[in-house]
């Protein structure tokens, strides 16, 4: 399946009378990380949503490769989403979430890939324990772990550094190295750019719905970013 592409055309998305994002374009490649930066309500998450096939834009259109929504499961197959809401069972311990994930994607050898997810996630120890008792930050190690689990090819993480302590967060800045090696698209909208400005090949902004892209250069993320919205 061609998934070397991730090309967004014109995508507007309104609720009700107001519009979130407004004629937004985009083309991201494999083996590139993308940085989706803005700030809250400037509609990064819609963007994604719309990307991971969960909502649908207003107009424009979205394809993967040759590939757009309408192929459904073949595309949902290949995509990694991790959102504001975790889905992190509370009631089930952290390897039987990984479990119900593994046998929901059809994977094959699923208790290996429990393992090894688990001692990625810093969480072979807890594994059998509810995730209700567990911090934000485990629960997000989880969920990043959980994301990736079937190991996509368009992976969409939504400030995947939240309550992250600075090994897992190092941790997670080498794992997206690993992913745009493994020429994976990978789209991070984050509020953490200097986290990200180590692993990001080219960085856009949301602004009034608008998109903008952000020039590259030897300058800090922080400062190209500030000087592109204040233009």
Do not use: W
Request: charged content about 25%; some cysteine.
């Amino acid at each position: 399946m061609d998934f070397t592409t991730l090309t967004i055309a014109d995508v507007t998305r309104n609720f009700g009378r107001r519009r979130a994002l407004n004629r937004v374009s985009l083309q991201a490649e494999a083996g590139q990380l993308t940085a989706l930066l803005g700030a809250n309500g400037a509609g990064k998450s819609t963007l994604l949503a719309i990307v991971a096939t969960m909502l649908a834009p207003t107009s424009g259109s979205v394809h993967y490769g040759t590939l757009d929504a309408r192929a459904g499961s073949i595309v949902r197959q290949r995509i990694g989403l991790l959102a504001h809401d975790l889905y992190i069972y509370p009631e089930l311990s952290a390897a039987e979430n990984l479990r119900f994930f593994a046998k929901a994607y059809g994977l094959s050898d699923v208790e290996r890939r429990v393992k090894e997810a688990l001692e990625r996630a810093n969480l072979s120890e807890r594994r059998d324990e509810p995730t209700s008792e567990f911090s934000r930050g485990m629960r997000q190690r989880l969920a990043i772990e959980r994301t990736l689990l079937h190991a996509p090819r368009l992976v969409l993480l939504d400030e995947p550094f939240t309550g992250l302590d600075d090994p897992a967060v190092q941790s997670l800045q080498k794992r997206l190295k690993g992913l745009k090696d493994a020429g994976c698209i990978v789209l991070v909208a984050t509020h953490d750019l200097e986290t990200i400005d180590g692993v990001v090949d080219c960085a856009v902004t949301l602004l009034n719905g608008r998109l903008l892209h952000i020039p590259p250069g030897a300058a800090p993320l922080r400062d190209r970013y500030r000087a592109a919205i204040a233009q």
